[in-house]
């Protein structure tokens, strides 16, 4: 399989190549505190092959002191980007920064014992195809 993606400000772009190993959506305190949201969505590849198609001089990494947390996102606009993780011979990589249709349904939530408090039976929540207001963005 082979997937690009890019951050938001299309500074860092970059090209996977492997068979994801898993497909998570992590709850852990500290995803939440990183995505700013419910949970971290995130694909592995064992024995992958990381490219980085441009601007791996706007990547910065930051590894959480006293744990195994890391995280690796543009400089310029904040976006969750790949991380290697070569002690564990993984990467990981937000499935939000793939570019175009990711063709995989996450496999798990994981560490559900820290999900939000109000991340509760969302699917019952109304949706609108763009903002309430009928704004396009």
């Not at 959506?25 to 505190?33: A, E, M, P, T, V």
């Not at 990381?50 to 601007?55: A, I, N, P, V």
Request: aromatic share 8%.
């Amino acid at each position: 399989m082979k997937l690009k993606g890019s951050c938001l400000c299309n500074q860092v772009s970059f090209e996977l190549e492997g068979e994801p190993s898993g497909f998570f959506l992590c709850h852990c305190s500290r995803c939440r505190k990183g995505s700013g949201s419910a949970h971290a969505a995130n694909l592995f590849l064992s024995n992958g092959h990381l490219t980085w198609l441009s601007g791996e001089a706007q990547i910065t990494r930051f590894d959480l002191p006293g744990s195994r947390h890391a995280r690796s996102f543009c400089a310029t606009c904040g976006s969750p980007v790949p991380l290697a993780l070569p002690e564990y011979n993984l990467i990981q990589i937000p499935a939000g920064a793939i570019d175009g249709a990711l063709e995989l349904i996450p496999d798990a939530h994981i560490f559900t014992a820290s999900r939000a408090d109000w991340d509760r039976q969302l699917a019952d929540l109304p949706g609108f195809p763009g903002m309430p207001n009928g704004d396009e963005d």
